[in-house]
Antibody, heavy 123, light 110 residues
Framework: EVQLLESGGGLVQTGGSLRLSCAAS????????MRWVRQAPGKGLEWVSA????????DYADSVKGRFTISRDNSKNTLYLQMNSLTVEDTAVYYC????????????????WGQGTTVTVSS | QSALTQPPSASGSPGQSVTISCTGT?????????VFWYQQHPGKAPKLMIY???KRPSGVPDRFSGSKSGSTASLTVSGLQAEDEADYYC??????????FGGGTKLTVL
């Protein structure tokens, strides 16, 4: 069964850091681009970041550029999101998602999603 | 870049058809045939319903269809069923590997 399982969310103060993980199983992790998408409480979806299957190519939304870093360890089938200089606007459920077809960070649609992990930033 | 524009709500009775619009610009929806639709039930992760404007992933009922005209994309749900009640989000490629989402539409089955 294809599955994504996020972890690492929690409560952190403004200016703090947090590292999210996403464990993948049931598919050849290393050939698919992966993404982080977040959803603030009661709000819509927002794309955060993407990384190619090899890990060599990364993209970020302007709202997180310079503060967040996406990475992956293909030997562990795990995706990461290092979040620094957190603000209250970063409070959200963070989902990891798999791209529908192998390739670069070009968006082909996200066909598998994790259950999400909640990040709360307090002032 | 701004989010895509969706109506906050839509509704229909069982068996009817409902269409949800998603308006972008000539830099995103109007420029690329990479428009996606996601369904999200309360407390659940989103599910891909439509990709590349009008293609359905395996397992998605053919009651769901997508289209695009200019800078506006649309999702039509035909033969509404109770389980279709959910939030629906459109998404579009916006160049430079950037991905935009709409604000979401809450679909109510009356």
């Amino acid at each position: 069964e294809v599955q994504l399982l996020e972890s690492g969310g929690g409560l952190v103060q403004t200016g703090g850091s947090l590292r999210l993980s996403c464990a993948a199983s049931g598919f050849t992790f290393s050939i698919y681009a992966m993404r982080w998408v977040r959803q603030a409480p009661g709000k819509g979806l927002e794309w955060v970041s993407a990384i190619s299957g090899s890990g060599f190519s990364t993209d970020y939304a302007d709202s997180v550029k310079g503060r967040f870093t996406i990475s992956r360890d293909n030997s562990k089938n795990t995706l990461y999101l290092q979040m620094n200089s957190l603000t209250v606007e970063d409070t959200a459920v963070y989902y990891c998602a798999k791209d529908r077809q192998p390739g670069t960070t070009f968006p082909y649609g996200m066909d598998v999603w994790g259950q999400g992990t909640t990040v709360t930033v307090s002032s | 870049q701004s989010a895509l524009t969706q109506p906050p709500s839509a509704s229909g009775s069982p068996g009817q058809s409902v269409t949800i619009s998603c308006t972008g610009t000539s830099s995103d929806v109007g420029a690329y045939n990479y428009v996606f639709w996601y369904q999200q039930h309360p407390g659940k992760a989103p599910k891909l319903m439509i990709y590349e404007v009008n293609k359905r992933p395996s397992g998605v009922p053919d009651r769901f269809s997508g289209s695009k005209s200019g800078s506006t994309a649309s999702l039509t749900v035909s033969g509404l069923q109770a389980e279709d009640e959910a939030d629906y989000y459109c998404s579009s490629y916006a160049g430079s590997n950037n991905l935009l989402f709409g604000g979401g539409t809450k679909l109510t089955v009356l």
